[in-house]
């Protein structure tokens, strides 16, 4: 049994018992979710369990590493809630397989390792806002339907859901005082379904939310026109779902490896995620990627193994099968109070102490992408600007450092030396070091300390050298690297710059 553990990264120090237990708690986290995701989006019920059987089972046994878990997630199935609107489930099992193929194709060609352009600060307001979105999803259950309305608990049954809510807490913080031989969250679920069913309390159960029997996943061929026009009506979407896919999974991966201190594989990820999603396509999955309210539960309960996500999946499917009767008498309020304990371990509280110890564009950045995570519930979009906007603070930041050395020599010629980067942001401060109209008849530009990076920083060299070249005064570049040089000479089809016959703009073969 260990030799074909040891094949999918199993390690002899495994703790089977703890991978054991962790992964039954995921299974009873995941459940509920799945489920109202599938609702939400117009989806049969069942759809959301398959997809967490499938999803969970695959990137367990192949991901980029142990102890993430991944099911039906609602950031991935938000994006077809539209398509399924519009043209029905048939096109939505073709846009998550081909979401997918698209997620193989990037795993393939190497391009996971982009997640590392994501900053701190970044991933502090990702985190946060992921935390108030889990927080905030757990005040559903507190509601019930009333005429038609949805309308908040009151009376006997707010009180009994707070007061089970409120005891599943307890048990979550105060058990691993006492010991830690098993999983404080499932001792919690567990406790609370018997003081319900034994005593006959009245309160919401997942019975509530749906049905979760049903049988293996069937193979389904999606029945769509094989068109260039079906393609453009799901490609979108499939671009979009593989993308919010691959952010919230290497997010994940990347605050897996922070609280473990081992490394995961991106692209290995990314490939897994791809299969199953693939998978789920032609067996009725709604699709999805790593969840990680789950993930930080099973980390929580101990894992540090794939073990635990291969449990919670057959357990998924062990329940849909056969023990769908016991587990929809689960009362909701132990999973919610579970859950509320993910949301408060997930969010970054050292992110609060440190706001008057960081740049502001840092503290404004934790709080951007926190917000937009939380009122447009879109991750990658959080994501997307936040990276754009350290860029842009990054650049801004650069250009103000590039500056310039003066000298004249025995000879009478000017240096420029120049220090920082070369680039669009830096180009205009660059400009302003020149006195071409008092300076000697001839100068050199040093760039030992500098390098020229992109094509504005090639147009500027080209307007400094003109600007000298119109008064008859001669200009040497001195100490270009090789990446430099053939930027210059690449772009000289580009751009008004002659390397070669311009006499007073010479590529320097001078030395010091």
Same mark, same amino acid.
């Given at each position: 049994?260990?030799?074909?553990?040891?094949?999918?990264?199993?390690?002899?120090?495994?703790?089977?018992?703890?991978?054991?237990?962790?992964?039954?708690?995921?299974?009873?986290?995941?459940?509920?979710?799945?489920?109202?995701?599938?609702?939400?989006?117009?989806?049969?019920?069942?759809?959301?369990?398959?997809?967490?059987?499938?999803?969970?089972?695959?990137?367990?046994?192949?991901?980029?590493?142990?102890?993430?878990?991944?099911?039906?997630?609602?950031?991935t199935?938000?994006?077809?809630?539209?398509?399924?609107?519009?043209?029905?489930?048939e096109?939505?099992?073709?846009?998550?397989?081909?979401?997918?193929?698209?997620?193989?194709?990037?795993?393939?060609?190497?391009?996971?390792?982009?997640?590392?352009?994501?900053?701190?600060?970044?991933?502090?307001?990702?985190?946060?806002?992921?935390?108030?979105?889990?927080?905030?999803?757990?005040?559903?259950?507190f509601k019930?339907?009333?005429?038609?309305?949805?309308?908040?608990?009151?009376?006997?049954?707010?009180?009994?859901?707070?007061?089970?809510?409120?005891?599943?807490?307890?048990?979550?913080?105060?058990?691993?005082?006492?010991?830690?031989?098993?999983?404080?969250?499932?001792?919690?679920?567990?406790?609370?379904?018997?003081?319900?069913?034994?005593?006959?309390?009245?309160?919401?159960?997942?019975?509530?939310?749906?049905?979760?029997?049903?049988?293996?996943?069937?193979?389904?061929?999606?029945?769509?026109?094989?068109?260039?026009?079906?393609?453009?009506?799901?490609?979108?979407?499939?671009?979009?779902?593989?993308?919010?896919?691959?952010?919230?999974?290497?997010?994940?991966?990347?605050?897996?490896?922070?609280?473990?201190?081992?490394k995961?594989?991106?692209?290995?990820?990314?490939?897994?995620?791809?299969?199953?999603?693939?998978?789920?396509?032609?067996?009725?999955?709604?699709?999805?990627?790593?969840?990680?309210?789950?993930? #930080? %539960?099973? $980390?929580? =309960?101990?894992?540090?193994?794939? /073990?635990?996500?291969?449990?919670? &999946?057959?357990?998924?499917? +062990? !329940?849909?099968?056969?023990?769908?009767?016991?587990?929809?008498?689960?009362?909701?309020?132990?999973?919610?109070?579970?859950?509320?304990?993910?949301?408060?371990?997930?969010?970054?509280?050292?992110?609060?102490?440190?706001?008057?110890?960081?740049?502001?564009k840092?503290?404004? #950045? %934790?709080? $951007?992408? =926190?917000?937009?995570?939380?009122? /447009?519930?879109?991750?990658a979009? &959080?994501?997307?600007?936040? +990276? !754009?906007?350290?860029?842009?603070?990054?650049?801004?930041?650069?250009?103000?450092?590039?500056?310039?050395?003066?000298?004249?020599?025995?000879?009478?010629v000017?240096?420029?030396?120049?220090y920082?980067?070369?680039?669009?942001?830096?180009?205009?401060?660059?400009?302003?070091?020149?006195?071409?109209?008092?300076d000697?008849?001839?100068?050199?530009?040093?760039?030992?300390?500098?390098?020229?990076?992109?094509?504005?920083?090639?147009?500027?060299?080209?307007?400094?050298?003109?600007?000298?070249?119109?008064?008859?005064?001669?200009?040497?570049?001195?100490?270009?690297?090789?990446?430099?040089r053939?930027?210059l000479?690449?772009?000289?089809?580009?751009?008004?710059?002659?390397?070669?016959?311009?006499?007073?703009?010479?590529?320097?073969?001078?030395?010091?």
């Amino acid at each position: 049994m260990k030799k074909v553990l040891d094949l999918f990264d199993f390690k002899q120090q495994v703790n089977y018992r703890t991978e054991v237990l962790a992964g039954l708690t995921v299974a009873m986290t995941m459940i509920p979710e799945s489920l109202s995701f599938a609702i939400l989006a117009g989806f049969p019920p069942l759809m959301g369990l398959y997809a967490s059987f499938i999803m969970g089972l695959v990137t367990a046994i192949f991901g980029g590493r142990p102890g993430m878990i991944s099911g039906g997630a609602g950031a991935t199935v938000i994006v077809l809630i539209a398509l399924m609107k519009s043209n029905g489930l048939e096109y939505v099992l073709a846009a998550v397989a081909l979401a997918g193929v698209i997620q193989i194709a990037i795993g393939v060609f190497r391009l996971g390792k982009f997640i590392r352009l994501v900053p701190h600060p970044v991933m502090f307001g990702f985190v946060n806002g992921l935390a108030i979105i889990i927080f905030m999803s757990q005040l559903d259950q507190f509601k019930t339907v009333v005429n038609g309305e949805i309308v908040w608990l009151t009376g006997t049954s707010l009180y009994i859901m707070a007061g089970l809510v409120a005891l599943t807490i307890a048990i979550v913080v105060l058990l691993p005082k006492l010991t830690k031989a098993v999983p404080s969250s499932l001792v919690a679920i567990i406790v609370v379904f018997i003081l319900v069913y034994f005593f006959g309390i009245d309160t919401k159960t997942v019975e509530d939310i749906a049905s979760v029997s049903g049988g293996f996943p069937p193979f389904h061929i999606p029945q769509i026109d094989l068109s260039w026009q079906t393609l453009e009506t799901i490609a979108p979407y499939s671009l979009i779902m593989a993308a919010v896919g691959l952010t919230e999974g290497l997010l994940t991966l990347n605050l897996v490896d922070e609280i473990t201190e081992t490394k995961g594989s991106g692209n290995r990820e990314c490939i897994a995620q791809g299969g199953a999603n693939v998978l789920n396509g032609f067996f009725f999955g709604m699709g999805g990627c790593p969840m990680i309210a789950q993930t #930080l %539960v099973n $980390l929580s =309960a101990g894992s540090r193994a794939r /073990l635990s996500g291969i449990v919670a &999946a057959l357990t998924i499917l +062990v !329940i849909v099968l056969f023990g769908a009767p016991v587990i929809e008498q689960v009362p909701m309020a132990a999973l919610v109070g579970v859950m509320i304990m993910v949301a408060i371990g997930t969010f970054e509280w050292a992110s609060l102490k440190i706001f008057n110890k960081v740049p502001k564009k840092d503290i404004f #950045l %934790v709080i $951007l992408v =926190a917000l937009i995570t939380v009122l /447009l519930h879109n991750l990658a979009l &959080a994501v997307l600007v936040g +990276v !754009i906007l350290s860029a842009l603070f990054f650049a801004w930041e650069s250009a103000k450092r590039i500056r310039a050395r003066k000298s004249i020599d025995e000879n009478g010629v000017k240096h420029y030396e120049i220090y920082g980067p070369l680039f669009f942001a830096s180009t205009t401060n660059f400009l302003e070091k020149f006195d071409v109209a008092n300076d000697p008849e001839e100068i050199i530009i040093d760039f030992k300390d500098s390098r020229v990076s992109d094509m504005s920083a090639i147009e500027a060299l080209n307007a400094v050298t003109q600007r000298y070249n119109k008064v008859g005064k001669k200009v040497h570049l001195r100490h270009l690297s090789d990446d430099c040089r053939r930027l210059l000479k690449n772009a000289d089809a580009i751009i008004e710059v002659n390397i070669m016959e311009d006499p007073s703009y010479k590529v320097a073969t001078d030395k010091i």
